[in-house]
Nanobody, 121 residues
Framework: QVQLVESGGGLVQAGGSLRLSCAAS????????MGWFRQAPGKEREFVAI????????DYANSVKGRFTISRDNAKNTVDLQMNSLKPEDTAVYYC??????????????WGQGIQVTVSS
């Protein structure tokens, strides 16, 4: 069993940066690939980024590529999402998830409760 708790969200102006962190409980964290997803108001939840269990590979949605960076520290049981050059369209509730190395939400076993990110224009 893995429990996930996101932190670091908030309000930022367009062009600014935020760093989200996801803390995991459980000794099996390092076995899981970790993803970040987001859900904007009135929209479906969508894939943002993923990092393999080893940290050896990553994948990003086209909309965030070059602006967001996902990283993990298996010793600390954390996965972070550094978000730079934020745009108003990045406004959403962001979720971290643990599971398969996939952009598909149904490949993930565990989800955090989500955290709000708001980017003002």
């Amino acid at each position: 069993q893995v429990q996930l708790v996101e932190s670091g969200g908030g309000l930022v102006q367009a062009g600014g940066s935020l760093r989200l962190s996801c803390a995991a409980s459980g000794r099996t964290f390092s076995r899981y690939n970790m993803g970040w997803f987001r859900q904007a108001p009135g929209k479906e939840r969508e894939f943002v980024a993923i990092i393999r269990w080893s940290g050896g590979s990553t994948d990003y949605a086209n909309s965030v590529k070059g602006r967001f960076t996902i990283s993990r520290d298996n010793a600390k049981n954390t996965v972070d999402l550094q978000m730079n050059s934020l745009k108003p369209e990045d406004t959403a509730v962001y979720y971290c998830a643990a599971g398969g190395y996939s952009r598909m939400q149904n490949e993930y076993y565990y989800w955090g409760q989500g955290i709000q990110v708001t980017v003002s224009s």
